[in-house]
């Protein structure tokens, strides 16, 4: 009885943020709006909003489609597993992951995008399972981590130059930080019987703003661009 409603919980908790982020994104369609400006622009301090606002924004609706899913699953197991130090440990990762960013990713582009989220929420739970020997949460990492493959590892190394790597491995390094710093937390695992299991470019003109998927360098007036905190993909391909 109290498993369901621990479940019921954490889908809610996942799914308002998701509202969050979707809201965002129809806000931006329907009034025609450009919301880049709330990313997080490194070192500067119009930037230092967007390590609240940045994570809330995307590049488009593929990108935001493209973290829905692994937001949803890892949300969900993250929420359920640790109800008891959840909201703590997801702020911290939330506000860490763009502190970091802002101190020292590169200059000059806004930084876009809830993946420094999700590689928060992975790391952490990969951590928390191994420090806590927790099979479960350990066993749905490693199925979100067999679901992204390589590119996992890859977006936290420099490549594409539209990929915010640095978001990626900030995202990360918090997510560990978490695990280690709340190991020895009871977070009640061992009364949880059993898991219910919860589950580039394009160039789009609009008037005058050029949006390529990640982000361009800041050199004209009109032009805005982003970084998005997404898995690197292929060249042509959205995230």
């Not at 130090?85 to 997801?90: C, N, R, Y």
């Not at 928060?120 to 992204?148: K, P, Q, W």
């Not at 915010?164 to 020895?184: I, P």
Request: net charge negative.
């Amino acid at each position: 009885m109290r498993e369901g409603k621990r479940f019921r919980k954490s889908v809610y908790i996942t799914l308002s943020f998701l509202f969050v982020l979707w809201s965002v994104k129809i806000i931006e369609n329907t009034y025609q709006i450009d919301l880049g400006y709330m990313g997080i622009k490194p070192l500067t301090l119009e930037g230092t909003i967007g390590i609240l606002t940045g994570p809330l924004v995307h590049g488009d609706l593929f990108h935001l489609i493209s973290n829905s899913f692994p937001l949803l699953i890892l949300g969900v197991t993250f929420f359920y597993f640790y109800e008891r130090i959840a909201l703590p440990v997801f702020g911290l990762i939330y506000i860490m992951t763009g502190f970091w960013v802002w101190l020292a990713a590169r200059e000059g582009f806004y930084h876009i995008g809830a993946s420094g989220i999700v590689y928060g929420l992975l790391s952490f739970l990969l951590g928390s399972g191994f420090l806590r020997r927790d099979r479960t949460t350990l066993a749905i990492s490693f199925i979100m981590l067999f679901l992204y493959g390589s590119t996992f590892f890859m977006g936290m190394l420099p490549g594409d130059s539209r990929v915010s790597w640095e978001s990626h491995l900030m995202g990360a390094v918090a997510g560990l930080f978490c695990a280690f710093y709340f190991r020895q937390v009871d977070v009640g695992l061992s009364q949880v019987a059993s898991s219910p299991g919860p589950e580039e470019s394009t160039n789009d003109q609009v008037d005058d703003t050029v949006y390529l998927y990640h982000y361009t360098p800041e050199k004209k007036e009109k032009d805005v661009y982003f970084i998005s905190f997404g898995p690197e993909e292929d060249e042509d391909a959205d995230e």
